[in-house]
Nanobody
Framework: QAQVVESGGGLVQAGGSLRLSCAAS????????IDWYRQASGKQRELVAR???????TYVDSVKDRFTISRDNAKNTVYLQMNSLKPEDTAVYYC?????????????WGQGAQVVVSS
């Protein structure tokens, strides 16, 4: 069964860095476009970064030049390196394929990685 597990979240001061990991099982990242989303409390889920199966990366304007999405094929893991973090980056971060994984006909989302940036 295809699944993803996010890890690496935590509490960090503004200006600090975190690296989130997204480990896949049941499928291979190299044959998929992978998205990182985030959802702040009371807000809709927002697409933050995308890594295409061809290796092209795109970012929402608010994180450009601060976040980097990358992939380790040997570990079947995708990363989101987050630098110069701001309080407005506080959210639960999720990874998924594009389109999202489905299990038994329903979209599957992992538990996410909580990121809290203090001012």
């Amino acid at each position: 069964q295809a699944q993803v597990v996010e890890s690496g979240g935590g509490l960090v001061q503004a200006g600090g860095s975190l690296r989130l990991s997204c480990a896949a099982s049941g499928f291979t990242f190299t044959s998929n476009t992978i998205d990182w989303y985030r959802q702040a409390s009371g807000k809709q889920r927002e697409l933050v970064a995308r890594l295409s199966d061809g290796g092209s990366a795109t970012y929402v304007d608010s994180v450009k030049d601060r976040f980097t999405i990358s992939r380790d094929n040997a570990k079947n893991t995708v990363y989101l390196q987050m630098n110069s973090l701001k309080p407005e980056d506080t959210a639960v971060y999720y990874c998924n394929t594009k389109p999202p994984l489905r299990i038994n006909g329903k979209e599957f989302w992992g538990q996410g990685a909580q990121v809290v940036v203090s001012s």
